[in-house]
């Protein structure tokens, strides 16, 4: 049996993306066009006359067949152009570029915290199945997820700034007396290191801490459920036994032989959890007035400003590919039988 | 070298205390082969769990001895702590298990794995762990071991995968091994192999051996002396060859007659009728193999507690009225 190499398998999952890019292209596509609502009709304005309709229907290219159309608009993608919305009055492209950032640094920032706490509490819980330990995680991880993300966020809000006053305002990525740091990444937390700045990092990581703190407890409890059941199952199974019966000392039987193993399906809910809250940390953005794509969206979509609709869907599509390829290729990381084509 | 005595162990589940073993007896001697027989259910392999101290969490020990005597150490396995019996197993005493295939770490070098053992229980500088893995690798005839070091599990057959095991066990010579069903999952000339490796290693180690199995002939072919389970009960244990030519226990002689052998046709070969009694219930019967003795007779076997005795220095039997 031949064992194809690392590069080999990335080759081979990259190009098995490529179908998902170009699906996704074409339903964006059909999507926008089959909205509710005439587009020229909206451009043009609520005073125009029906030749004033046409002229901004010709120049849309909108009195084109639909196939000519999406050639034209498969051309506009390659030259990065998704066109301007009608509210910002900026590009498209320009508006997501400014804003997805914020909501990755946000989700991100959400997850990692999510992760320091889900896998030691779910690694513990394991080990002391049934105990006050278990019961009590298992409390914390349901309390985290069955309460809306905005009641906890307004939640901390309220106890955290307005009563204790330990946090600065919910007013966005930077308190005022700061402005932003040289985009590099768009994070701000790394540019803001990147151009040696600390003081404005910790300013960007102080707004950051409440809405990452409350998207993070909502992520918690999928993520700790996952771990204890996981590891339960790897710590019950016969090479742990093998292992144990081998005197190896508890740490590494823990860590190096079950929770390795453990591993990919917490990998695959990680990949999961992240990609819902990208896509419902709307709610939090709004509570926050954290400039990220979902609010952007959402007013998009109030204003029938198609574009950046358009534009969002297709980026947030986009994301999901690259990000189930990455977990798959954290897999081929992780168990050396992924590589294997069945 | 090694000496069980009165060993009962319980599980305690939502539908009851299971009484898995009660009062088990038996020993083995330096560089001796024992077999432990007995079909599925009997008790075989919470026997070796107990004494590698790999129980499951619902699993305790009630009453009983396990000494162990090896030139290092002589200690009661039962009592000791938990560090100190990490200390002795995979060096003094280790066991391999049946299905080796889900026996080994499915995601590390099978070579890394033997590392780990060795790393654990000897100082051997990091470059000389992975040389004295090889060196087992080839030790259990493993064909190619520079290659097979990187394998991992699914790359290997079920047979290799055992001797993998066996090499793991092996790997800090133990004075005491523990194989329960070795040969399960693999094909009879694989079975063969594998048992004749294990043969040859303990008699070139002078290990004892303790052989778990379903398999009579396996045992007899094997074995030094039987040890015969039945529902977590020791019901006789003699040296192969006069259990077999004059079994004494009535369990023990259905056994041997419904043992498949080359002379005997289908017809011939007896089924045991019956089941296992339910080891939850309770009034479990002093003799556990009541239920299923043609011999049964109420004011004899219905005393407590069962009658063991010796009837020959190395013959032992529990039963009121031996064959």
């Known amino acids: ?342 | 070298m090694l000496s069980v005595e009165d060993l009962s162990v319980e599980f305690r589940t939502r539908a009851g205390v299971v009484k898995a073993l009660e009062a088990v007896n038996f020993s083995v001697q330096p560089g001796e082969t024992v077999g432990i027989v007995g079909e599925s259910g009997s008790g075989k392999s919470v026997t070796a769990f107990t004494l590698m101290g790999v129980l499951d969490r619902a699993g305790q020990v009630t009453a009983g001895r396990a000494l162990f005597q090896s030139n290092r150490v002589a200690v009661d396995l039962l009592k000791e702590s938990e560090s100190s019996l990490r200390q002795l197993r995979g060096q003094e005493l280790s066991m391999i298990f049946q299905n080796p295939r889900t026996a080994l770490n499915p995601i590390r070098q099978v070579g890394k794995q033997i590392t780990d053992v060795l790393r654990c229980h000897s100082d051997l500088p990091p470059a000389d762990l992975r040389l004295k893995a090889l060196e087992m690798l080839a030790s259990v005839r493993i064909p190619d071991p520079v290659k097979r070091y990187e394998a991992y599990p699914y790359e290997l057959s079920g047979g290799l995968c055992q001797r993998i095991m066996i090499a793991l066990a092996l790997a800090c010579s133990p004075e005491l091994l523990i194989a329960d069903e070795p040969t399960t999952g693999l094909d009879v000339t694989t079975q063969t192999t594998v048992m004749n490796l294990l043969k040859d290693l303990a008699a070139q180690r002078q290990m004892a051996t303790v052989l778990i199995t379903h398999d009579l002939a396996l045992a007899s072919e094997y074995c030094d002396r039987i040890v015969v389970m039945h529902a977590g009960h020791v019901v006789e244990s003699a040296p192969t060859h006069s259990l077999f030519s004059q079994p004494r226990h009535p369990y023990t002689a259905k056994l041997i007659a419904a043992t498949p052998e080359p002379h005997k046709s289908f017809a011939e070969l007896m089924p045991i009728g019956g089941n296992l009694p339910d080891l939850k219930a309770m009034d479990l019967a002093p003799c556990r193999f009541s239920t299923r003795c043609d011999r049964f007779d109420s004011a004899l076997c219905g005393q407590t507690p069962l009658k063991r005795a010796a009837l020959a220095p190395d013959h032992q039997v529990a039963c009121w009225q031996p064959l």
């Not at chain 1, 066009?33 to 290219?61: K, Q, S, W």
């Open chain 1, 1 to 342: 049996m031949a064992k194809p190499s690392t590069s080999q398998i990335v080759t081979q999952r990259i190009l098995a993306a490529l179908p998902s890019v170009i699906g996704v292209v074409i339903v964006t596509f059909l999507l926008t066009r089959a909205l509710p609502g005439d587009p020229a009709a909206f451009f043009a304005g609520p005073a125009a006359t029906a030749a004033a309709i046409e002229e901004v229907r010709r120049n849309l290219g909108l009195d084109k067949s639909l196939l000519e159309q999406f050639f034209l608009y498969v051309g506009d993608l390659f030259r990065g152009d998704l066109g301007v919305s009608l509210i910002t009055g900026q590009t498209v492209v320009y508006d997501l570029m400014t804003r997805l950032p914020a909501s990755l640094e946000l989700t991100l920032a959400g997850l990692v915290l999510a992760i320091a706490l889900a896998v030691p509490l779910g690694v513990l819980a394991a080990t002391r199945p049934n105990s006050w330990i278990d019961h009590g995680i298992r409390l914390l991880a349901t309390a985290g997820v069955s309460l809306p993300t905005f009641f906890t966020g307004l939640f901390l809000i309220y106890l955290l700034y307005y009563r204790l006053g330990v946090v600065p305002a919910p007013l966005g990525r930077l308190n005022i007396l700061y402005s932003a740091p040289p985009q590099i990444t768009g994070f701000y937390l790394v540019d803001s290191l990147l151009s040696g700045n600390l003081g404005l990092f910790g300013a960007a990581a102080a707004q950051l801490f409440l809405p990452a703190v409350t998207l993070g407890l909502f992520a918690l409890a999928p993520l700790t459920r996952v771990t204890r059941a996981s590891m339960l199952g790897m710590l019950s199974s016969d090479f742990i036994r093998t292992a144990r019966a081998s005197g190896l000392p508890p740490r590494q039987v823990l860590f190096g032989y079950a929770f390795r193993n453990a591993l990919l399906p917490i990998v695959t809910t990680l990949g999961i959890v992240f990609s819902f809250l990208l896509g419902a940390n709307i709610l939090v953005e709004k509570v926050f007035a954290w400039p990220g794509i979902g609010s952007y969206a959402v007013e998009a979509l109030v204003a029938s400003d198609y574009a950046p609709i358009q534009g969002f869907i297709l980026t947030m599509a986009l994301l999901y590919v690259v990000l189930n390829l990455l977990i798959d290729l954290l897999y081929v990381v992780i168990d050396p039988r992924a590589g294997v084509e069945s």
